[in-house]
């Protein structure tokens, strides 16, 4: 069982930044692929990057290619999104999840593919 709990989300404006965190209990967190997805009112969660358990392989969707940098410390069971040049369209839940692999260098991109989740922090980007 692996417990997910993001943190960072808050209100800023159209064009600041902001960090995401999101810490893993277990011990190992190494065996996990890890990703951001999100979720706004009325839409589906989708995948905004994803990074492998090890290898840093990393994905990222086409929106956020050049503002956002998903990263992760294995040593203190942490992954991180930096994101940059914030766009209101961007407001929404984002949440963490985490999937059980066994090949290291694989990672996620589809919801159903996870399998734990946290239970997500708001971003609410203004213009």
């Known amino acids: 069982q692996v417990q997910l709990v993001e943190s960072g989300g808050g209100l800023v404006q159209a064009g600041d930044s902001l960090r995401l965190s999101c810490a893993a209990s277990?011990?190992?967190?190494?065996?996990?692929?890890m990703g951001w997805f999100r979720q706004a009112p009325g839409k589906e969660r989708d995948i905004v990057a994803a990074?492998?358990?090890?290898?840093?392989?990393?994905y990222y969707t086409d929106s956020v290619k050049g503002r956002f940098t998903i990263s992760r410390d294995n040593s203190k069971n942490t992954m991180y999104r930096q994101m940059n040049s914030l766009k209101p369209e961007d407001t929404a839940v984002y949440y963490c999840?985490?999937?059980?692999?066994?090949?290291?260098?694989?990672?996620?991109?589809?919801?159903?593919?996870?399998?734990?989740w946290g239970k997500g922090t708001l971003v609410t980007v203004s213009s």
């Open positions: 277990g011990r190992t967190f190494r065996s996990y692929a």
């Open positions: 990074i492998s358990g090890i290898g840093g392989r990393t």
């Open positions: 999840a985490a999937a059980s692999v066994l090949i290291g260098s694989r990672y996620y991109t589809r919801a159903d593919d996870m399998d734990y």
